[in-house]
Structures are given as structure tokens and as C-alpha cells.
């Protein structure tokens, strides 16, 4: 199957430093998300992206198809975006999730 | 907005219980979804459905089944429930799979502890 990898996998930031998380993916895919989990559980949807670049507010997300990968922007990061972030992939049907980047974002 | 809700945050049973954990969701979704997730492990898919009364085993089905008799409820069943299977258990939902825009949307989660 598909094979989905974040990098970093932790991350220690301080508060209102920028970041760049990475997600690769090995083969092409018709849809790639981003999620954020908060500390309760809850996967928060962020981007849906499978092509092109997108903003909200301080995140942004590009994702290249034909190379294979997807970056996610975070910028003037705030404590309130600690947690985990995931990208999602679905290369046919079944959606593949990658391990995660875990962020902590410190006063 | 959408919303998909689970039956129960946190839930505690016995080995050899049988136990049913209840998704619904309120945006008329073709596809459910159930992952489990695990520290290390990620998010890994059991089960998914694409219509009333289908369903597709995923990565990890061993142990599990599923039932969707309404469009907007998928349930996911332990038979005979283990300690291997204390995990946090993910319910999400999808338009469809045609569709050129599928975006995924979860639910809050259920901890269940098996004892």
C-alpha cells in the first residue's frame, strides 16, 4: 500500500517562531488532507489539498501531486497550536493517514 | 457544518464483552469510516462503508465487525472484546467517493479501556 511520511515527527517551537511540516507520500493520490489533534482527542479539520495552495489565517498548505508531497505552513505559532498534526491521503478509497508531526509550542 | 457524533467518550468493559460503538452523521455522507489509533501506531482503518448495508474491511479488521443498516449510522462491533483491542476509536465520514471533493470529518473519538 500506500506509504505516508511526516517529517519532523516532534517539534519544540517557541511562541511566535514560524514552522514548516512536511508530508511525502509514494504513490499519486486524489485527495490529501491536513488535520490538527487537539489534546482531547479531536482531529480538526485544516486543509483539504489535494493540488495548489491554500491559506487560512497563519496556516497555509501547498501540496505538489507530481512530486509527491505536501507542506504545511505555521506561522507566528501560539500555544494553542500544540498537538498533533496529521496529513491524510486517499490514493483510491481507502485513506492512509500519515504518523504525525507532534508540536509544542512554548511561552 | 458537519457533524459526526459518537456514542460515548470513555468506555470501560471486560474481556469477553461484546460491544457495540455507535457513529451518526448529519450531512446525508455516503462513506463512514471507523480507524483506531494508537501511541506510535497513528490512525489505522478497520473498516469503511460506502453505502447502506456495504462494507469494505480495511487495514486491521481482526476482531472487529460493522454494521450500517440507516445512511447515517455505522456501527462497529467487538464480538468478544480483548485487552489488545484498548485503543481510541475514530468515526468519520465522507460525501463520496466520486465526488471531486471528499473531505473527511470525524468524530470525537471513544476511549474504550478493556479490562
Known amino acids: 500500500g500506500i506509504q505516508v511520511e511526516q517529517s519532523p515527527p516532534d517539534l519544540i517551537l517557541q511562541e511566535g517562531a514560524n514552522s514548516t511540516l512536511q508530508c511525502n507520500f509514494s504513490?499519486?493520490?486524489?485527495?490529501l488532507q491536513w488535520f490538527h489533534q487537539n489534546p482531547w482527542g479531536q482531529l480538526i479539520n485544516l486543509f483539504y489539498i489535494p493540488s495548489g495552495t491554500k491559506q487560512n489565517g497563519r496556516l497555509s498548505a501547498t501540496t505538489v501531486a507530481t512530486e509527491r508531497y505536501s507542506l504545511l505552513y505555521i506561522s507566528s505559532s501560539q500555544t494553542t497550536d500544540s498537538g498533533v498534526y496529521f496529513c491524510a491521503v486517499e490514493p483510491h478509497q481507502k485513506v492512509t493517514f500519515g504518523t504525525g508531526t507532534k508540536l509544542q509550542v512554548i511561552p | 457544518d458537519v457533524k459526526v457524533t459518537q456514542s460515548s467518550r470513555y468506555l470501560v468493559k471486560r474481556t469477553g464483552e461484546k460491544v457495540f460503538l455507535e457513529c451518526v452523521q448529519d450531512?446525508?455522507?455516503?462513506?463512514m469510516f471507523w480507524y483506531r489509533q494508537d501511541p506510535g501506531l497513528g490512525l489505522r482503518l478497520i473498516y469503511f462503508s460506502y453505502d447502506v448495508k456495504m462494507k469494505e474491511k480495511g487495514d486491521i479488521p481482526e476482531g472487529y465487525s460493522v454494521s450500517r443498516e440507516k445512511k447515517e449510522r455505522f456501527s462497529l462491533i467487538l464480538e468478544s472484546a480483548s485487552t489488545n483491542q484498548t485503543s481510541m476509536y475514530l468515526c468519520?465520514?465522507?460525501?463520496?467517493?466520486?465526488?471531486?471533493?471528499?473531505?473527511?470529518?470525524f468524530g470525537p473519538g471513544t476511549r474504550l479501556t478493556v479490562l
Open positions: 504513490d499519486s493520490v486524489n485527495n
Open positions: 450531512m446525508d455522507h455516503e462513506n
Open positions: 468519520a465520514s465522507s460525501l463520496q467517493f466520486e465526488s471531486s471533493y471528499n473531505e473527511q470529518f
